[in-house]
């Protein structure tokens, strides 16, 4: 028999509907769940799980006995893509109970936001925006349910007014990069040049050191100008020199990046393409990679998907290379 859970939170509805077609058993619902699934869920068995948001929302805690809460975590990386394992810890030695602490980046976001709206009706970049601005988002889902044909106008107006509008005027974009361990990395910090729906690019300048997996020296005057995608699986940084000539690409694969006020956040994926100037790209760090899928933090079709996204990556990258050099013959 699957273990029981409990759950609270912002993804509650989400992982409600997602346990139940699992065939686990939710038990202790809140009013709201209960009203929106059926209202024998039973309100006083107790639980073998707990699920509740962490303290940055950005992913889960699951706590109960290793079994349980092991069983719960490989159905969740089966079934959202990039949902990453970041760790399970004990929380007594005496007890078998541990905690386990998930990540849900933005492919999980989204798979989460579409099993929502099978539930009730729900928006683009709704878990999303359940941490940037609720009130906001429940204003626009309120409208979203009196006037369903106003979807897109609603989903643009929330992408403008909560995340592309205070980007735009804070002119700093800072890109927030999640090691898999769930540390995140000193945050990259530049000038905002350009910033669309669909695209965000800053600048950053050096002034001495060495361009980590270009492996070249960097000299005074030299920049980069960083693009990121809403929703892409990497994020491209290409480096120039103060006379603006190219000094290489560094493609960074990532789980789909999310834009939000300040900038964007990603959990890095270890594996980064590289193009000097003039050179063929190349693939780096798998190795570490690796390491992620055996631990288990990463799940099976995330290793497929970062090996798809880095050989077309290199094809197009040295592919193109050639087809210009062909061009220039």
Not at 57 to 62: K, V
Not at 238 to 252: A, E, P, R, T, W
Not at 256 to 277: F, S
Request: glycine residues 8%; charged residues 30%.
């Amino acid at each position: 028999m699957s273990p029981s859970i409990k759950i609270r939170g912002i993804y509650g509805t989400a992982l409600t509907k997602l346990a139940l077609d699992c065939g686990f058993q939710v038990v202790q619902p809140s009013e709201r769940i209960k009203e929106r699934f059926r209202p024998e869920l039973p309100d006083h068995l107790p639980y073998d799980i707990l699920v509740r948001d962490r303290d940055d929302r950005q992913g889960i805690e699951a706590r109960g006995e290793a079994d349980h809460v092991c069983e719960l975590l490989i159905r969740l990386q089966e079934l959202l893509l990039d949902a990453i394992i970041v760790s399970i810890l004990p929380t007594d030695d005496s007890e078998p109970v541990v905690v386990a602490n998930m990540e849900l980046p933005g492919g999980a976001k989204e798979k989460l936001d579409a099993i929502r709206s099978t539930v009730v009706p729900t928006l683009r970049n709704h878990h999303r925006l359940k941490i940037i601005d609720t009130d906001l988002l429940d204003s626009a889902e309120a409208e979203f349910s009196r006037r369903p044909e106003d979807r897109s106008s609603l989903e643009d107006m929330l992408f403008r007014k909560a995340i592309l509008g205070p980007l735009i005027e804070g002119g700093v974009v800072r890109l927030e990069h999640i090691r898999p361990s769930g540390r995140p990395m000193r945050p990259r910090l530049g000038v905002l040049q350009s910033a669309g729906p669909k695209m965000v690019v800053f600048r950053r300048e050096f002034s001495k050191g060495r361009y980590d997996g270009l492996d070249l020296p960097i000299r005074k005057g030299d920049y980069c100008l960083t693009e990121i995608r809403d929703g892409e699986w990497y994020v491209k940084h290409s480096y120039f020199s103060k006379q603006h000539l190219g000094i290489g690409d560094y493609y960074n694969i990532n789980t789909p990046t999310e834009l939000y006020p300040y900038g964007a956040r990603y959990v890095d994926l270890e594996v980064d393409v590289i193009q000097r100037a003039a050179e063929n790209a190349f693939e780096i760090d798998r190795e570490k990679f690796e390491v992620l899928v055996r631990k288990g933090c990463i799940g099976k079709d995330l290793e497929n998907k970062v090996f798809e996204i880095s050989q077309q990556l290199l094809h197009r990258l040295n592919h193109g290379k050639a087809k210009d050099s062909a061009g220039r013959q």
